[in-house]
Antibody
């Protein structure tokens, strides 16, 4: 059974970098049939896909245009996890952040429990 | 970006009755090469992440009760709950995964009448 574990809630100051990790159990971040995503949810923006990474003989990365200049998603094969880094945050980045896995031909079939991140001074 | 629009925004249905939620995409999510629709439905209860119900527009995820069904193709899709149960109270989202950026509908809140 695949499980994704995220950290607990946190606060980030404006202009700083939001960093989250997602630990994978029961699967591999290097799986050739999976993609690993970050999604956030807020009352103002709803569910918003931020980006993904996946391995198909090499690593691929795709990001939403809305955050492309500020976001990085990195796999860590040694820890079997992937991370989200979002820099220059503002209060608009306050949201619940989810990691999610998708296994072809399905959609997002496994989700982490979510991490509430508040951007505040 | 593909815009996903759900209707209605909220819905109240009596226990045991049918609930129908619609989803329209601003462009087709049908891959003509394999005839697959890249459309999913999720259920979200308070304090929980979304749970995948349906993928490929009509394929139920493992473990999902058969009262949930999905239909449609191209740009117009429907989620039907054939006989509403109390535990089905939730917000339901459609999502396209045809092309990035993957996008979600605004959600439909389903309540008991």
């Amino acid at each position: 059974q695949v499980h994704l574990q995220q950290p607990g809630p946190g606060v980030v100051k404006p202009s700083q970098t939001l960093s989250l990790t997602c630990d994978i159990s029961g699967d591999s971040v290097s799986s050739n049939s999976a993609a690993w995503n970050w999604i956030r949810q807020s009352p103002s923006r709803g569910l918003e896909w931020l980006g993904r990474t996946y391995y198909r003989s090499k690593w691929y990365y795709e990001y939403a245009v809305s955050v492309k200049s500020r976001v990085t998603i990195n796999p860590d094969t040694s820890k079997n996890q992937f991370s989200l880094h979002l820099n220059s945050v503002t209060p608009e980045d306050t949201a619940v952040y989810y990691c999610a896995g998708g296994h072809w031909p399905s959609a997002f079939d496994i989700w982490g429990q979510g991490t509430m991140v508040t951007v505040s001074s | 970006d593909i815009v996903m629009t759900q209707s209605p925004d909220s819905l109240a249905v009596s226990l045991g009755e049918r609930a129908t939620i619609n989803c329209k995409s601003s462009q087709s999510v049908l891959d003509s090469s394999n005839k697959k629709n890249f459309l999913a439905w999720y259920q979200q209860k308070p304090g929980q992440p979304p749970k995948l119900l349906i993928f490929g527009a009509s394929t139920r995820e493992s473990g999902v009760p058969d009262r949930f069904s999905g239909s449609g193709s191209g740009t117009d899709f429907t989620l039907t709950i054939s006989s509403l149960q109390a535990e089905d109270v939730a917000v339901y989202y459609c999502q396209q995964y045809y092309t990035t950026p993957y996008t979600f509908g605004q959600g439909t809140k389903l309540e008991i009448k």
